[in-house]
């Protein structure tokens, strides 16, 4: 992955990870950009969440070159540990303590100064929303505010990286975007942010680059544009004011077809910027302009059947999301 003038904030060469004779990571490489999103996507079981244990030192590597925060962590574990936070799939809230009283805990164990958690308490639960609900208990919360308090409790180390593995599963889609844009938030502010999500809206809406992880792989990598470019399907539309122009437009693009009606064209295309204007240059030769040009591009479920071979939870709960957004 070419990540341009930005250092490696995760650099992984041939991880290998097997549990007896089940090869779940078969020498994967990553590499993820200082300040970035960057997101894992795969079928359930894939090795997401083992990706993840392995890059937090939760869980040890059978083979390969891992450095996380400029920390090789074969070696510097606990270098390591020091410079990342964890949102793990499930809740790390004690449902027993206050949401004030979560945070504080997390400052004892990072060893802060009382003081300092108790200052430092007060500034997350302001910044996530959570003061009103500071002195109540956690059991208390909704699942929203629940995974908020999580997200802040992860950080009171100060972590430069942070792993949320699948943070907004079971969130309903008005909480999973105050998520979202919490974790933009972070990003600006220099974050770094390495994402499993089960939703591929999510992964398209947030990640700078995403990887496809299937069979124990990576099967592809690239932005979320250019992951939908490796699939075909996509098309240029072009729509016409009367029948002369769509004929001569379509004899002149012979793979043309009409669509959603008499007047519309749409022409099999990538999607990419040459292939938009090689058809805008075509259509200056023969001297017709359309009324509207839109272009189509397969989207991310279409990405992740293509590549994986099965309709998965994720793909699912992708479709499920935008319909309940329409």
């Not at 090869?23 to 970035?36: C, F, K, S, W």
């Not at 894992?40 to 894939?46: R, S, Y």
């Amino acid at each position: 992955m070419n990540t341009g003038s930005r250092a490696s904030a995760i650099a992984v060469e041939g991880l290998c990870k097997s549990f007896g004779e089940h090869v779940v990571l078969d020498r994967i490489d990553l590499n993820v950009a200082e300040g970035t999103i960057f997101s894992l996507l795969g079928p359930n079981g894939a090795g997401k969440t083992t990706t993840v244990q392995i890059l937090a030192t939760l869980l040890g590597a059978d083979g390969g070159d891992i450095s996380v925060g400029g920390y090789e962590l074969a070696t510097e574990p606990a270098a390591v540990r020091s410079a990342i936070g964890v949102t793990g799939q499930f809740s790390a809230v004690d449902d027993l303590l206050t949401g004030r009283e979560n945070i504080i805990l997390m400052g004892d164990l990072n060893h802060l100064p009382r003081r300092e958690s108790i200052a430092l308490a007060e500034e997350l639960l302001t910044r996530f929303d959570l003061v009103d609900a500071a002195d109540k208990m956690a059991s208390s919360y909704s699942g929203g505010m629940t995974r908020r308090l999580d997200l802040a409790m992860t950080l009171v180390g100060n972590p430069r990286i942070i792993f949320l593995d699948e943070p907004t599963t079971g969130l309903d889609p008005r909480s999973r975007r105050v998520v979202w844009d919490i974790v933009r938030e972070l990003v600006s502010g220099g974050v770094t942010v390495f994402l499993t999500t089960q939703y591929l809206e999510e992964a398209d809406q947030l990640a700078d680059r995403i990887a496809v992880l299937h069979g124990g792989r990576i099967v592809a990598e690239g932005t979320a544009d250019e992951l939908k470019r490796l699939v075909p399907g996509g098309y240029i539309k072009l729509d016409f004011a009367d029948r002369n122009a769509l004929a001569t437009v379509a004899q002149a693009f012979g793979g043309a077809a009409q669509v959603n009606g008499d007047l519309t064209l749409a022409i099999p295309s990538d999607g990419g910027v040459r292939a938009v204007r090689e058809v805008i240059d075509r259509l200056d030769v023969i001297g017709i302009e359309p009324e509207g040009l839109s272009v189509h591009t397969p989207d991310l479920d279409d990405v992740f059947l293509a590549l994986t071979g099965s309709d998965q939870t994720g793909s699912a709960s992708a479709r499920t999301e935008k319909e309940s957004v329409r």
